[in-house]
């Protein structure tokens, strides 16, 4: 009972600690839009495959969460809490220019446990968004009829923050092949973007800053369903969809305007006087429909394989009744997972899920061409010291992702990254009674 009680005072730690830094780093000029580069509901092993979760159920004997579509937790039966972080590194690339960075964050904390036989119930914590990016544009400002003289700026573009989630959600198997369930979300967060002004030729002249911060917190809502067909005793065709539906969430608006110095070395000497401030305008943002759907051929407890494909309608976000001027998004996912032998005892390997897969996304992104992301996602999942005799699991699932947002056709700027994934992962019975004899 102490180790549960140590387990769950962790949880409850980590989530604390979530909330207290909800501002997740990332060096993303294409984060500037909407509401930054969108991170979707997946844990390291299905992201793992390519981002494929619609349609997985339980393809071990293991309970996975997968908030992607709450209709799985009805195939969880034991205990569980997965708890993650992430980490990648970015390099931009525009014609031969090039600039490299690396950020790393917790990741998510999520946590499951059966209600009855065919139902169960979880809640965590994970990233919506992501805004970072800081960028400069080269100008010049001409004088009056009067005074002619021209001066060269630069004009600096800056942006951090992000929005979260935190959901509970419920899951239930209905008769024997169909599953259903919903999740309750509430977004939190803050989306800071600043614009400055420096002369590029005299470094001690006073620079303006317009800021503009958007507080975000409400209430929104996915739910899903899954189906699958029994072909044998072992195998089975699996099919999933998803969805969140049109959200209207609580906005908070402040508008600064101020006026700063800088040293020889560029750095913000800091704020010399704010010229004006406008806070707490309520404003309402409006989340669109997404979709997703899935399919899924399995054989239990060896492999499963699958593809995912999705679409949301960005291009009605509105935050405050404008327009974000966002574009309609789709994209696909493949993947698979293996296992070669489950109850192998003398070979590990053997025992380890591997796990391959490829996504694409035309994002939401309008440009003078379509931003694309591709990426090929690689990982395992690695089971760790257990004592199967008392129903307890212990997994490790790492995860890698290779690949690209944008292009450079057209002076467009291109993000190649790596990105890494640990998830850690308890499957245990808590909440059972012992008899004994």
């Given amino acids: 009972m ?55 159920n339980r393809p071990t004997p293991f309970s996975n969460i997968n908030m992607e ?6 195939g969880i039966t034991l205990t569980t809490i997965d708890v993650g972080m992430s980490s990648s590194f970015v390099t931009l690339k525009k014609g031969s220019e090039q600039d490299k960075s690396f950020n ?22 994970i990233p919506y968004s992501q805004v970072g990016y800081n960028f400069i544009q080269k100008g010049t400002l001409t004088g ?51 614009r400055n002004t420096e002369f ?67 750095d913000d000497n800091g704020t010399i006087q704010t010229l004006d401030s406008v806070g707490g305008a309520k404003t309402k943002l409006k989340l669109p429909l997404v979709h997703n759907f899935g399919i899924a051929l399995q054989k239990d407890n060896k492999w499963v394989v699958g593809a995912d494909f999705r679409t949301g309608n960005w291009s009605k976000l509105t935050i405050g009744s404008v327009n974000q001027g966002l574009e309609n998004a789709y994209g696909g996912s493949i993947g698979a ?8 005892i003398n070979n590990y390997f053997k025992r380890v899920d591997y796990r391959l897969g490829f996504s694409y996304d035309k994002t939401y992104v309008a440009s003078s061409e379509d931003i694309k ?45 790596v990105s890494l994934h640990l998830g850690f992962m308890l499957n245990d019975k808590w909440f059972r009674q012992f008899k004994f004899d």
């Fill in 200 to 266: 590029v030729d005299d470094l001690y002249a006073v620079a303006s800053r317009l800021q503009n911060k958007n507080s975000i917190g409400g209430l929104a809502y996915s739910y899903g369903l899954q189906y699958d067909i029994r072909l044998s005793s072992k195998m089975s065709l699996n099919f999933g969809y998803s969805g969140s539906s049109p959200s209207s969430i609580n906005s908070t608006s402040t508008f600064m305007s101020s006026t700063y110095t800088f040293d020889s070395n560029g």
């Fill in 373 to 417: 992301q591709m990426a090929v996602t690689f990982g395992v999942g690695l089971p760790l010291a257990n004592a199967q005799s008392r129903g307890t699991f212990y997994r490790l699932n790492l995860t890698g992702e290779v690949g690209k947002r944008g292009t450079t056709n057209n002076g467009l700027l291109q993000e190649n990254y």
């Fill in 337 to 344: 997972q293996i296992t070669p032998d489950i109850t192998s």
């Fill in 104 to 125: 790393a964050a917790l990741s998510h904390v999520a946590f499951a446990f059966p209600i009855t036989q065919h139902s169960a119930m979880s809640f965590g914590l």
């Fill in 2 to 56: 102490y180790k549960k009680i140590n387990y769950i005072t962790a949880v409850l730690v980590l989530l604390t600690s979530i909330s207290v830094n909800a501002q997740i780093t990332t060096q993303s000029p294409y984060s500037r839009y909407g509401l930054g580069n969108i991170k979707g509901s997946l844990l390291p092993q299905n992201r793992a495959m390519g981002g494929v979760a619609t349609a997985i």
């Fill in 144 to 194: 009056s009829t009067g005074n002619p003289a021209s001066a060269d700026v630069n004009y600096n573009y800056t942006g951090e923050g992000g929005l979260n989630k935190a959901y509970l959600g419920y899951g239930f198997q209905l008769w024997d092949h169909l599953r259903l369930g919903a999740n309750v979300e509430y977004l939190f967060g803050n989306i800071i973007e600043n």
């Fill in 69 to 74: 579509n709450p209709a799985s937790y009805g």
